[in-house]
């Protein structure tokens, strides 16, 4: 089945930013859509997202980046086979012929791209997941086997997704002692509905941020873990044994001049953040850490993965930017044991696919990702399914730009009988 038109759509994100929606139409009249989310806490490498940067919306419209994509971009893809999603990519790579979509724009690549996958697996008759894995395993000649995702909920923020003193961006859960995959989440519901109940009684704020998770005036990580902690406790299930804690530190955020800067103005070598981050490994059950250091401390991400990794997941996210090459190089230097996997870090769904065969060839762990400022498009719940990759951060069981996502796999979870693997996810 052949495009017959691509058109594209300025629209917005969770955070009220324009992002791109872009629409493609078969010669059968099928048409999908595909929306592109928009980061906050970004790696210096990732993919552009590219804006108008004058005129509506303070200079981060995207309409007329949409126009110019109409004229000069969109009109090669016309005619060609909707199936062949490798071709497709391929040329939206060669058109815009940069390293990091600087030319046309991530935000535009990826809509498009996104898109395409959509109207094939329509013009297949096929889920969506279902076209997803077919599609992974003949680029790859392999065989991967579905399975539904381990969540990884953000359910307290800090960091550039708040404004109270934590440093650390994400306090998140995990609900690894459950059979399945909605066993999981309606723990992790109950948590994060106990946790509102917990900081109402002790005078914090339950206004939540920007992935849905709380916000309170809190300043330490202990504080964050032991709230979460009384959560779980009184939710009636076990911490540790039902439920674990990951971290998201986002380190290059409070990086400067070879120190990591706290607010409290403590100022910590590489070395002595990960003696730290070992001591909050020792009091809590900790299971992951992602960007426990900044993008570019490499050796300090060798040391960490020397002294933590055979214990805790390390999620590379700023650090490897769903870049294949990136995340290669990252594999010699044995940096991290597991990938943070951002759709919109490198702009097509071929060169995310391409990574995250890498980081199974490498026996990584895949985290599939959302961004903080999301759309209503469900995508990733399907990729994640269709990938077999095992785990999924969307944020909290709040707001619809997450629960979208929570609710395309309780659907799935009820269509399929696909392996749910919880702690063994992160054991393997």
Known sequence: MKIKKIDAYEILDSRGTPTVATR??????????????????????????????????????????????????????????????LEIDRKIIELDGTENKAKVGANITLALSLATCKAAAAAKKKKLYSYINTLFNDCFNTNVQMKMPLPMMNILNGGAHANNGLDFQEFMIQPVGFSSFKKGLTCGVEVFNSLKETLDKKGFSTAVGDEGGFAPEINSPEEALNLISEAILSSGYKVEEEVTFALDCASTEIFDDESYIFSDKKKFSSDEL??????????????????????????????????????????????????????QEGIQKNLANSILIKINQIGTLTETLETINLAKENNYKTVISHRSGETEDSFIADLAVGSGAGQIKTGAPSRSDRTSKYNRLLMIDSWENFEFLGRNELNK
Not at 34 to 61: I, L
Not at 279 to 285: D, F, I, N
């Open 24 to 85: 493609v139409t078969l010669e059968n009249d099928i048409e999908e859509f595909g929306f592109v989310p928009s980061g906050a806490s970004t790696g210096s490498k990732e993919a552009v997202e590219k804006r108008d940067k004058a005129g509506s919306f303070n200079g981060k419209g995207v309409q007329g980046v949409i126009t110019d994509a109409e004229k000069s971009f969109f009109p090669a893809f016309i005619g060609m086979e909707v199936e062949n999603q």
């Open 274 to 327: 990960i003696n730290y981050l070992k001591e909050l490994r020792k009091s809590y059950p900790i299971t992951s850490i992602e960007d426990a250091l900044d993008e570019n401390d490499w050796q300090g991400w060798n040391n960490l993965t020397k002294e933590m990794g055979k214990e805790t997941q390390l999620v590379g996210d700023d650090l490897f930017v769903t870049n294949k090459d990136i995340f």
